[in-house]
T-cell receptor, first 109, second 113 residues
């Protein structure tokens, strides 16, 4: 069974204080690793899909990396508008996504 | 990306009743899915909505409780039947143009009293 573990559960940052979120996974035959951002009361917003170990993708202050066992989401110089829950999901040999519990990031001005 | 709408956005229902949630996409998509997000928890896949055939349900979810229709490539419905307070959740529609991009709708927040 696919397993996805995200840490920490919650992260409080000062504006400009860079940090990283972790997503470790166990899956047979990884097809892709997905990152989403979810604001309260809204559906998840697609950020990235990573396909193979060593791959990196960037979007504004976010950078995602992938190894064979985990992925990191780096937030560089965060702003209050980066406050959200960040979800990681793995996709195995079929098309289904298995989600982690998420990391809730709060950025204080 | 896709523009996905869901109706209703929220509802409060009485125990024992049923609610049908609609999902509309602005373009034809290959894959449509329904997820549940219980309070304070992450997303769980309920089923894959297959166009022209019966939906494929995940373990723990059954057709009698969550009947799904998908009459065409842009529309699907999920019904939550014979509701109980444990069904209070956010129900999310998701679509995929390929295996590598899946987008979510805004969700339907359901409260069962």
């Amino acid at each position: 069974e696919d397993q996805v573990t995200q840490s920490p559960e919650a992260l409080r940052l000062q504006e400009g204080e860079s940090s990283s979120l972790n997503c470790s996974y166990t899956v047979s035959g990884l097809r892709g690793l997905f990152w989403y951002r979810q604001d309260p009361g809204k559906g998840p917003e697609f950020l990235f899909t990573l396909y193979s170990a060593g791959e990196e993708k960037e979007k504004e202050r976010l950078k995602a990396t992938l190894t064979k066992k985990e992925s990191f989401l780096h937030i560089t110089a965060p702003k209050p508008e980066d406050s959200a829950t960040y979800l990681c999901a793995v996709q195995a040999d079929d098309y289904k996504l298995s989600f982690g519990a998420g990391t809730t990031v709060t950025v204080r001005a | 990306s896709a523009v996905i709408s869901q109706k209703p956005s929220r509802d409060i229902c009485q125990r024992g009743t049923s609610l049908t949630i609609q999902c509309q996409v602005d373009s034809q998509v290959t894959m449509m899915f329904w997820y549940r997000q219980q309070p304070g928890q992450s997303l769980t896949l309920i089923a894959t909505a297959n166009q022209g055939s019966e939906a494929t349900y995940e373990s723990g979810f059954v057709i009698d409780k969550f009947p799904i229709s998908r009459p065409n490539l842009t529309f699907s419905t999920l019904t939550v039947s014979n509701m109980s307070p444990e069904d209070s959740s956010i129900y999310l529609c998701s679509v995929g143009y390929s295996y590598y991009e899946q987008y979510f709708g805004p969700g339907t927040r359901l409260t069962v009293t």
